[in-house]
């Protein structure tokens, strides 16, 4: 699985002109699944990414986790990171099929929301609009094969 994780002060998705999921402070997550992934890699990641120190503390350090601001995760499903760009027209054969994907999309957001998360999301295959005010901006790629 892959993840874009940036830092937020608020965050939403629209569908349809409709907001579907709404955060103030906490991490928007752009995740991508590989045809490889199984349940293994969305519960690791899930601890990675909720447990990530990246919130300033008292003296403006990165020391403080999700948990430690009460922050939350806005959750939205991304092919497109596993696109291969060899040519100009990028090929996203290298995602999971839906099949595979939908489940494990699900399952990391239950293993957020298992840890004490609000978490929010998208629409799997919608086309979305997703806003975002970053903080800082504070953004970090993270990948199961590399951690």
Not at 1 to 16: D, L, N, Y
Not at 29 to 40: K, R, T
Request: aromatic residues 6%; contains cysteine.
């Amino acid at each position: 699985m892959r993840a874009v994780v940036t830092r937020v002060k608020s965050a939403s998705v629209e569908i349809g002109g409709k907001v579907n999921g709404a955060i103030g402070q906490g991490f928007l997550v752009l995740l991508g699944v590989g045809p490889q992934d199984a349940p293994a890699q969305a519960e690791k990641l899930a601890d990675k990414i909720c447990g990530l120190r990246v919130f300033e503390d008292e003296n403006g350090k990165m020391n403080l986790n999700l948990s430690a601001v009460g922050g939350a995760l806005l959750v939205v499903s991304q092919f497109t990171l596993y696109a291969d760009t060899k040519s100009r027209r990028p090929s996203f054969s290298g995602a999971a099929k839906p099949d595979v994907a939908i489940p494990l999309y699900e399952q990391f957001m239950a293993a957020c929301a298992a840890r004490g998360f609000r978490v929010e999301h998208g629409e799997f295959g919608a086309d979305m609009q997703v806003f975002s005010q970053n903080d800082g901006p504070v953004t970090i790629l993270l990948d199961t094969d590399l951690m």
